[in-house]
């Protein structure tokens, strides 16, 4: 695998690996990039980012998953935060974008990446979450993405 990834482009908005780790771990959705052979799909996912890798529930089947399962490169992109700053026509800002490889997990496999989704969203429904992991286990998948690079950006001059 060709592991080149671009630069920036505008060195002086990078972010340090630290700060950008911690825009993925605190933001609440980001935007999932497969590709299926014939063009690019992005989907809104919720996820989890923990112990080096991204977290993302999904059903077993659907046009991400088949992508991933032809194609597993996928990119990530979360939005910290944003706002238009009219008056400078720009806009103030906090992003990551990650590359890396994903592959799917089923069965108790995801059983604990499921746990720690609900950690995220839902930590004060943690026993009925145990529940629905076990009802539904077998009609969901998780999709790991382990990273191979990771580039955070922001404009905060305004």
């Known amino acids: 695998m060709n592991e080149n990834f671009k630069p920036l482009r505008r060195k ?3 972010l340090s690996e630290d700060k950008a780790l911690e825009i ?3 933001s609440e959705y980001g935007v999932l990039c497969v590709f ?3 063009y690019p799909y992005g989907v809104p996912v919720n996820y989890v ?3 080096g890798f ?3 529930h999904s ?3 659907g046009h991400k998953i088949e992508s991933i399962n032809s194609f597993n490169r996928v990119c990530f992109t979360v939005v910290g935060s944003s706002h238009v700053v009219p008056k400078e026509f720009s806009t103030a800002y906090k992003s990551v974008v990650v590359f890396g490889m994903a592959r799917i997990l089923c069965g108790q496999q995801a059983v604990e990446p499921l746990r720690k989704i609900v950690r995220k969203y839902s ?3 943690l026993d009925e979450a145990e529940k629905i992991i076990e009802k539904y286990l077998d009609q969901v998948v998780i ?3 382990q990273i191979k690079h990771l580039q955070g950006k922001a404009n905060l001059s305004f």
Request: proline share 4%; net charge negative.
């Open 12 to 14: 002086d908005r990078a």
């Open 24 to 26: 993925l771990s605190k």
């Open 36 to 38: 299926d052979g014939d």
């Open 49 to 51: 980012y923990e112990d």
């Open 54 to 56: 991204i977290y993302i």
């Open 59 to 61: 059903a077993k089947e």
């Open 123 to 125: 930590p004060q429904h």
């Open 143 to 145: 999709i790991q993405i």
